[in-house]
């Protein structure tokens, strides 16, 4: 055994509080069905941000900061380590110093989805576990199918029929049971939970298993250090279930707890969503700590097409402490963000992040910034995850 050096202790439920030994594998939490979130002792660290900035292997450079303890359960590809794109045009046209790009599209399949993938299938690897089981909107279960077939687990992947073809043929391309069913991805979900408790599959699914926001994390972490840790002034995130802005509120506590942050105040994160499908947005709006359901979601953009995300609490709580606010966008506007950055950016980004884009242009026209602010907008996905949508939108 080759140890990680990770700093995990346990896992503690973010809703009641319980506490499980890194052995448990009933997801969520048992006693109440909340979100089971890995705990760290911090104080244990032995190792220096100048160190961590020196790795450059992949998301696992933050191994210390992961809860797998040996390395021969470690399931990479070397995602991570994405850049941070320059856009100097966008940010003259916003009128701001400085819009950037991270550029979550050059991970192996070609989505951020990949940080969470990695993570969790390490985590059942960790667990002995040898068959999984996933719903998603497509790109989720593309990942899962893909990191599987690497560490050599059986995956079943619950999509709906909207998935693109590009997902459904790859899922099958790595050598996953693909599971199609009617409807949207609350349908696929449904479906899931009976298909799980009929087999007694181990859920890799957002916020169930608890490894997977931890890959998300990841991408925080990596742009705190790419910020020379201090971080942008605003973050826009494209929302659908909220892991990677959870991730991304997560990686800046922990980096604060550690004392890795030249500057304490943290980027205010912006929700952005659509308007066929913005229950987040609308609580924001309200100024609620939760959620209401969305009725009758519909966007081009499936995966912020969530219409019931359980881990909305924890979001808003992000956005409050932040200072952040929630955009909705019209389907249109979503995809002229994302011709907006492949045009004025080279960057080739899918609808959601196009939604984000969009939303922090809006809020530039409206005077929410200063000059000197600085802009990131999370690119969630590559551009040919959706080039049907682009090419309709083309003129």
């Given at each position: 055994m080759t140890e990680t050096d990770s700093l995990v202790s346990h896992f503690e439920c973010y809703d009641c509080g319980a506490t499980y030994e890194l052995d448990h594998t009933e997801f969520p939490c048992p006693d109440c069905g909340g979100i089971l979130d890995p705990q760290y002792d911090y104080d244990a660290i032995d190792v220096s941000r100048d160190e961590v900035e020196a790795r450059q292997d992949s998301m696992w450079k933050y191994r210390e900061l992961l809860p797998i303890l040996d390395t021969d359960d470690i399931v990479s590809m070397g995602e991570g380590n994405t850049p941070i794109v320059d856009c100097p045009d966008l940010a003259e046209e916003m009128g701001v110093a400085r819009v950037a790009i991270k550029d979550e599209g050059q991970n192996p399949t070609n989505t951020f989805k990949d940080r969470g993938a990695s993570a969790s299938i390490s985590g059942a690897s960790q667990q002995g576990i040898e068959e999984v089981a996933i719903p998603s909107a497509g790109n989720a279960g593309q990942a899962a199918a893909a990191y599987t077939a690497r560490a050599g687990i059986d995956c079943h992947v619950v999509l709906n029929y909207q998935s693109n073809d590009i997902q459904k043929t790859m899922v099958e391309a790595h050598g996953a049971d693909l599971h199609l069913v009617d409807g949207k991805l609350d349908k696929a979900g449904a479906t899931f939970g009976e298909m799980r408790e009929e087999h007694g599959w181990y859920t890799v699914a957002t916020f169930q298993t608890p490894f997977r926001h931890e890959g998300k994390k990841t991408m925080g972490l990596e742009v705190f250090e790419q910020f020379d840790w201090s971080g942008p002034d605003e973050i826009f995130y494209p929302t659908g279930g909220g892991v990677g802005l959870i991730g991304i509120w997560k990686a800046y506590q922990e980096l604060l707890e550690l004392g890795w942050l030249d500057d304490e105040t943290?980027?205010?994160?912006?929700?952005?969503?659509?308007?066929?499908?913005?229950?987040?947005?609308?609580?924001?709006?309200?100024?609620?700590?939760?959620?209401?359901?969305?009725?009758?979601?519909?966007?081009?953009?499936?995966g912020i097409e969530v219409p019931d995300p359980g881990a909305?609490?924890?979001?808003?709580?992000?956005?409050?402490?932040?200072?952040?606010?929630?955009?909705?966008?019209?389907?249109?506007?979503?995809?002229?963000?994302?011709?907006?950055?492949?045009?004025?950016?080279?960057?080739?980004?899918?609808?959601?992040?196009?939604?984000?884009?969009a939303a922090a242009m809006q809020m530039a026209e409206e005077g929410a910034f200063d000059e000197d602010d600085e802009?990131?907008?999370?690119?969630?996905?590559?551009?040919n995850k959706a080039a049907d949508a682009l090419d309709y939108a083309i003129e």
């Open positions: 943290p980027p205010s994160l912006h929700v952005a969503q659509s308007e066929g499908c913005a229950p987040v947005v609308e609580a924001i709006e309200e100024h609620r700590e939760r959620h209401d359901a969305w009725e009758c979601p519909q966007s081009i953009g499936r909305s609490p924890w979001m808003l709580e992000a956005v409050y402490e932040t200072g952040g606010t929630g955009k909705a966008v019209t389907d249109g506007e979503a995809l002229q963000g994302a011709l907006d950055a492949a045009r004025h950016a080279g960057v080739e980004m899918c609808v959601e992040p196009g939604a984000a884009l802009i990131l907008i999370i690119n969630t996905g590559a551009g």
